[in-house]
């Protein structure tokens, strides 16, 4: 389990293609002494699997893999050497929960419609695929790119978020455009909300 709280922005050494798994190496500046093999880091919302762990410039450089569903509901097969993406180590118990309870397990990619300045924030437009726009709520929490994100408004399909200037300095929601796809989470609250919802 994560936050949704980025404590680091790692950035892609190398990928490995295999048979149907991509290996990817990604540099961060974490301890290398603290991470464990198969311990979980959520990589731009994508909960992987350390596989190896070496020392590297700045800190720690680890090994994961993305498995055949993780590359179809993802955009990880895109990532190659020098692909900046928010980090997160996982939750421990008594850790202060900052964010939301986010899994690291993606619904699927939201297409960013708009950026704009908004006074201080800077106003980020985004759709989903229509499936989902249901448990999305207003003033609820959403993992894009695996940031815990306040909902600020709910039409249709769309949804946008006001993201505060420390938040675009600490993550690569700087370097996000209109038409970029970022992974998204639903909140499992919601999630599990609508499945007691269902007819049996």
């Excluded at 410039?57 to 090994?63: Q, S």
């Excluded at 118990?93 to 704009?116: C, N, S, Y």
């Excluded at 370097?175 to 796809?181: A, I, L, T, Y």
Aim: with cysteine; net charge negative; glycine share 12%.
């Amino acid at each position: 389990m994560f936050t949704g709280i980025v404590t680091d922005i790692g950035s892609v050494l190398g990928v490995t293609e295999g048979n149907d798994v991509r290996r990817i190496s990604i540099a961060s500046g974490y301890d290398p002494a603290s991470i464990a093999i198969g311990a979980s880091i959520n990589c731009a919302g994508v909960c992987l699997t350390v596989i190896e762990v070496a020392a590297g410039k700045r800190g720690a450089v680890f090994d994961v893999e993305a498995a055949p569903e993780t590359l179809r509901l993802t955009n990880a097969g895109q990532w190659q050497a020098g692909t900046r993406i928010n980090l997160e180590r996982a939750l421990r118990a008594g850790d202060e929960l900052g964010g939301h309870i986010v899994a690291g397990h993606v619904d699927g990619l939201a297409e960013i419609l708009a950026v704009e300045e908004f006074g201080d924030t800077t106003r980020f437009g985004f759709r989903v695929p229509h499936e989902f726009a249901k448990l999305i709520a207003p003033k609820g929490s959403i993992s894009l790119d695996g940031t815990s994100l306040t909902v600020n408004g709910v039409a249709g399909d769309e949804f946008d978020c006001h993201l505060i200037p420390h938040t675009l300095k600490v993550t690569t929601w700087g370097d996000r455009k209109v038409g970029d796809g970022v992974h998204f989470e639903i909140d499992t609250i919601a999630r599990y909300v609508a499945r007691l919802l269902q007819p049996v």
